[in-house]
């Protein structure tokens, strides 16, 4: 699968845009297009959209080939925290901790230190 990167540079190249002109459509910077085109910067939902549209493909079209890609690949050192604390633990954890806000998770985890360390 081709990266999101990849792809929209793929598909501004098949159109015949330079970086230039493509990024002053998207309405973004040169260097931030490039960036993004080498995968070192992920564009925000609004970006994304504004690209579609320069590209003339659905959003989701773009998208759709980069997707599967990330959903399959997980991090070597996330895939090791899963198999150490337990595929069962992991997703009860994951399932209530996806209701919570990034400060109520920092509260949580600092709760947690208190309570180990308190012992």
């Known amino acids: 699968m081709m990266s999101l990167g990849k792809q929209i540079r793929t598909q501004r190249e098949q159109l015949g845009l330079s970086l230039e002109d493509f990024a002053f459509r998207v309405r973004t910077g040169q ?4 960036r993004i ?3 070192e910067h992920t564009p925000e939902l609004q970006t994304i959209l504004r ?3 320069v590209l003339d493909m659905p959003a989701s079209e773009l998208l759709e080939s980069t997707n599967t890609a990330n959903e399959s690949e997980i991090d070597d050192e996330l895939n090791n925290l899963i198999m150490e604390v337990g595929v ?10 996806k209701e919570f806000t990034e400060d109520d998770v920092l509260k949580v985890m600092e709760m947690l230190k208190e309570i180990k360390y308190k012992k």
């Open 31 to 34: 260097q931030t297009m490039e």
């Open 88 to 97: 069962k633990r992991t997703k009860l954890f994951l399932r209530h901790v």
């Open 51 to 53: 690209i579609s549209t």
């Open 37 to 39: 085109e080498n995968d």
